[in-house]
């Protein structure tokens, strides 16, 4: 049995709402029953299926889905705004786990469209400076769009370092998932530092850290399931009396937006 693809997607939703009001999706199915579930934690449901994956996704004419997991859109919304706050719903999510304090650097490995909302996120949470890292030069370009104060190429990782005065960096992002990387990470992170893995690696990669290293400069990591952040969906489309999170998201070559 194969399933339409598309995972990040926005329209039109019937149940509750007026007919033509945008809608964002929370691209799972989940049982609703398991322990998972009933915590809250729907995200590591074991009997999760993915829209686009498992069941016909947002490239189909026509798509129903629970009510449960469809949120409105304030008014005016561009669409293609609307299709972005499943993967920035992640990124707040994996911002909570970072648990970032204003005043410390950052750094993230990767510049593609995940690493630069994780960019204008720990800007707006008012971590500085805010480092990057990739190696293409375009990518470097909409970090620093997004708000990073500094981008380079990952061959330049001792300049990224000797930012932080010999120190390291408190708060480290993995947004590519490499086994490679989180290596790199454990090395630049300064002690008591945290760790977010949030680019999805091979399920096949290792890495090789060393358990007296964590242990020994109390460094903490921390996962981030890239998929659903159970209160977090709805704070990127609406979080209530302020502007919603997917504001962030500004129009222009940083976002691919018109």
């Not at 490679?180 to 893995?197: F, Q």
């Amino acid at each position: 049995m194969r399933a339409q693809l598309g995972g990040e997607r926005s329209g039109e939703q019937l149940d509750g709402l007026t007919v033509g009001d945008l809608v964002t999706v929370e691209p799972h199915d989940y049982c609703t029953r398991c322990t998972y579930c009933r915590l809250g934690q729907e995200h590591l449901c074991d009997s999760k299926r993915g829209y686009g994956v498992k069941l016909d996704g947002g490239m189909t004419e026509r798509m129903v889905v629970p009510a449960r997991i469809a949120y409105r859109l304030p008014d005016a919304t561009p669409p293609w705004i609307g299709a972005l706050t499943e993967p920035l719903a992640c990124c707040l999510h994996g911002m909570d786990q970072l648990n970032p304090r204003s005043g410390l650097p950052i750094l993230i490995f990767g510049a593609g469209p995940a690493g630069a909302m994780m960019v204008a996120l720990a800007k707006a949470r008012g971590l500085a400076p805010v480092v990057v890292l990739d190696p293409r030069a375009d990518r470097r370009e909409a970090a620093l769009r997004m708000g990073a104060d500094v981008a380079l190429d990952p061959a330049s990782l001792d300049e990224a370092a000797a930012l932080t005065d010999g120190l390291g960096f408190p708060r480290v992002i993995d947004a590519v998932g490499s086994g490679r990387i989180l290596e790199s990470a454990i090395t630049v992170s300064s002690r008591g530092g945290r760790i977010l893995v949030f680019g999805v690696a091979r399920p096949d990669d290792e890495a090789r850290v060393r358990p007296n290293d964590i242990f020994a400069r109390e460094l903490t990591l921390v996962g981030d399931q890239p998929i659903h952040a159970p209160p977090r969906r709805a704070d990127a489309a609406n979080p209530g009396p302020g502007p919603p999170a997917s504001g962030l998201l500004r129009p222009g070559p940083a976002t691919g937006g018109p």
